[in-house]
């Protein structure tokens, strides 16, 4: 073949082959703009085809650092202790149970810990960590984290386990979770309700002796506290922290700890104990102004508080109820009905019993005054009072009455209550002027001595004198400064005593 045609036929195949080329570089760089641009329907930016290999780096690094990887081993076994950095972040804390001597708290509890398996180049400039799924915590280790004082602790799982993990490049791992935790907190109640407690919660590794995990708090944070947080029945005052070692059998493990301060409210108790303690104290004082010989009124408003059954006497009705001793010991009853059976008094039993010891020496004053110092009667009966007053005036009138006939009426003695003293002299009046009123003449006692009414036994009639039916005792008059005065110097020790905070 001639020169002529070899080149006439190589020269058509190299246009064409240029030609192709040229044309898949156009609708290369077409799709490329088409993909890139902000303003395609399909929205997605300029990397729409970095996140592939992104993605498919991520992929073959954790399939290349979990190649050989023993998630039952910890970091560097055989060589320094694990460093497990613990840091909490509280959401809300209550309630807090005195019968049961625990608290509960809502948590983020997070741990970080630097496993060199792990470490690995930095996938692009952009991203420092790897979010990881929560399903490759089953694939590496972590550290077996427990509280040593909890009772009652779950994590959260709804609406899936709340976890979080991150790996960083030079090998460390963060490892999050929401959880709430129970745990008993010893506390002293003998200032109860005006202590202070200190619920600790404590934690460290299950297994891994000192040797193999170490457990502190991190530098940057220890215990944050969610801004907003309010409990209902105490103040968070502080969260101090501490670093201790604990021994048992097999070694001594490494512990952290974080006591809670929780300084209680009064309000409650002062609405529904305090206050009603010192309304039945004060309350007892009113019979101090009492005359002595009003002894059920006096006992009444000594021991009694609320209207339950009346009795009739004379059209009037007496109130009678339920003690205020009783209503103490209710009062009392009811303050210990969510406290633990202490072997000691508390500050609110204290209280108590102060106001139910004034109400009782309430009640014993007035039974000295009734027995050393009363010279009146409290009790009447109208039948022998107005024979009597009827002899004397028989005895000293100098008129001749003619005798009238017997008519046999027998004499039934009424029983007055005290509540009727006030009437007895205007009831005696009426009886006078009704005797009064018809008017015979009978013959003179000493002409005729056997027909003179025996007078009665002065000695068996009971003698009123108006002053003595309404006296004050000098005992009350005391009593009315005295014990007023003492209950309040009393209070204000024990508040002092009580309401100062003492130092820790």
């Given at each position: 073949?001639?020169?002529?045609?070899?080149?006439?036929?190589?020269?058509?195949?190299?246009?064409?082959?240029?030609?192709?080329?040229?044309?898949?570089?156009?609708?290369?760089?077409v799709t490329s703009q088409h993909l890139g641009s902000p303003n395609s329907s399909t929205g997605v930016g300029s990397s729409f085809i970095r996140p592939v290999k992104t993605r498919h780096n991520v992929s073959l690094l954790l399939d290349k650092l979990l190649d050989d990887y023993n998630h039952h081993l910890r970091p560097d076994i055989g060589g320094p202790p694990t460093i497990v950095d613990v840091d909490i972040m509280?959401?809300?804390?209550?309630?807090?149970?005195?019968?049961?001597?625990?608290?509960?708290?809502?948590?983020?509890?997070?741990?970080?810990?630097?496993?060199?398996?792990?470490?690995?180049?930095?996938?692009?400039?952009?991203?420092?960590?790897?979010?990881?799924?929560?399903?490759?915590?089953?694939?590496?280790?972590?550290?077996?984290?427990?509280?040593?004082?909890?009772?009652?602790?779950?994590?959260?799982?709804?609406?899936?386990?709340n976890k979080l993990v991150r790996l960083f490049p030079d090998g460390r791992i963060l490892y999050s979770s929401r959880l709430t935790i129970k745990a008993s907190c010893p506390m002293e109640l003998r200032k109860f309700p005006m202590d202070v407690q200190l619920c600790p919660l404590s934690m460290g590794s299950f297994a891994y002796?000192?040797?193999?995990?170490?457990?502190?708090?991190?530098?940057?944070?220890?215990?944050?506290?969610?801004?907003?947080?309010?409990?209902?029945?105490?103040?968070?005052?502080?969260?101090?922290?501490?670093?201790?070692?604990?021994?048992?059998?097999?070694?001594?493990?490494?512990?952290?700890?974080?006591?809670?301060?929780?300084?209680?409210?009064?309000?409650?108790?002062?609405i529904q104990?305090?206050?009603?303690?010192?309304?039945?104290?004060?309350?007892?004082?009113?019979?101090?102004?009492?005359?002595?010989?009003?002894?059920?009124?006096?006992?009444?408003?000594?021991?009694?508080?609320?209207?339950?059954q009346s009795l009739s006497v004379n059209n009037r009705f007496l109130a009678q109820g339920v003690t205020t001793v009783l209503t103490m010991t209710f009062l009392g009853l009811e303050a210990r009905a969510n406290l633990p059976k202490v072997t000691y008094p508390t500050a609110l039993d204290h209280f108590?019993?102060?106001?139910?010891?004034?109400?009782?020496?309430?009640?014993?004053?007035?039974?000295?005054?009734?027995?050393?110092?009363?010279?009146?009667?409290?009790?009447?009966?109208?039948?022998e009072m107005a024979i009597d007053d009827d002899d004397e005036q028989l005895d000293n009138s100098d008129e001749v009455f003619?005798?009238?006939?017997?008519?046999?009426?027998?004499?039934?003695?009424?029983?007055?209550?005290?509540?009727?003293?006030?009437?007895?002299?205007?009831?005696?009046?009426?009886?006078?002027e009704e005797e009064t009123a018809v008017v015979q003449i009978q013959p003179?006692?000493?002409?005729?001595?056997?027909?003179?009414?025996r007078r009665r036994?002065?000695?068996r009639t009971q003698q009123w004198d108006g002053k003595a039916m309404n006296s004050v005792s000098k005992i009350d008059q005391i009593s009315r400064i005295f014990f007023p005065a003492l209950f309040i110097a009393i209070n204000l020790f024990y508040w002092y005593t009580y309401a100062t905070p003492a130092s820790e």
């Amino acid at each position: 073949m001639s020169d002529k045609n070899k080149y006439t036929i190589k020269f058509p195949l190299i246009f064409d082959l240029l030609f192709l080329l040229s044309m898949s570089n156009r609708c290369c760089n077409v799709t490329s703009q088409h993909l890139g641009s902000p303003n395609s329907s399909t929205g997605v930016g300029s990397s729409f085809i970095r996140p592939v290999k992104t993605r498919h780096n991520v992929s073959l690094l954790l399939d290349k650092l979990l190649d050989d990887y023993n998630h039952h081993l910890r970091p560097d076994i055989g060589g320094p202790p694990t460093i497990v950095d613990v840091d909490i972040m509280v959401r809300s804390m209550g309630p807090v149970s005195e019968a049961d001597m625990t608290f509960s708290l809502d948590c983020y509890f997070r741990q970080t810990w630097r496993d060199t398996r792990l470490a690995h180049q930095q996938v692009s400039k952009a991203d420092d960590q790897l979010s990881l799924s929560v399903s490759m915590l089953d694939r590496i280790w972590k550290p077996d984290t427990y509280f040593y004082n909890g009772k009652n602790s779950y994590l959260h799982t709804i609406t899936t386990p709340n976890k979080l993990v991150r790996l960083f490049p030079d090998g460390r791992i963060l490892y999050s979770s929401r959880l709430t935790i129970k745990a008993s907190c010893p506390m002293e109640l003998r200032k109860f309700p005006m202590d202070v407690q200190l619920c600790p919660l404590s934690m460290g590794s299950f297994a891994y002796t000192q040797s193999e995990a170490i457990y502190r708090w991190n530098k940057d944070r220890q215990i944050v506290i969610a801004p907003g947080m309010k409990m209902s029945q105490f103040d968070l005052v502080s969260a101090p922290v501490s670093n201790y070692n604990i021994s048992f059998k097999h070694g001594n493990h490494s512990m952290i700890s974080v006591r809670f301060h929780l300084h209680r409210h009064m309000g409650s108790f002062l609405i529904q104990v305090y206050g009603p303690c010192i309304l039945l104290v004060v309350l007892s004082w009113v019979s101090f102004w009492l005359n002595r010989e009003a002894t059920a009124d006096r006992v009444s408003l000594g021991t009694f508080t609320n209207y339950r059954q009346s009795l009739s006497v004379n059209n009037r009705f007496l109130a009678q109820g339920v003690t205020t001793v009783l209503t103490m010991t209710f009062l009392g009853l009811e303050a210990r009905a969510n406290l633990p059976k202490v072997t000691y008094p508390t500050a609110l039993d204290h209280f108590i019993f102060l106001s139910f010891g004034f109400i009782f020496a309430t009640i014993v004053q007035f039974a000295f005054v009734h027995y050393f110092t009363k010279y009146g009667f409290g009790e009447l009966y109208f039948s022998e009072m107005a024979i009597d007053d009827d002899d004397e005036q028989l005895d000293n009138s100098d008129e001749v009455f003619p005798a009238a006939p017997p008519t046999p009426s027998p004499v039934v003695a009424r029983k007055v209550h005290p509540r009727e003293v006030f009437s007895v002299e205007s009831h005696l009046r009426s009886i006078k002027e009704e005797e009064t009123a018809v008017v015979q003449i009978q013959p003179d006692e000493r002409s005729n001595p056997s027909q003179r009414p025996r007078r009665r036994n002065q000695s068996r009639t009971q003698q009123w004198d108006g002053k003595a039916m309404n006296s004050v005792s000098k005992i009350d008059q005391i009593s009315r400064i005295f014990f007023p005065a003492l209950f309040i110097a009393i209070n204000l020790f024990y508040w002092y005593t009580y309401a100062t905070p003492a130092s820790e």
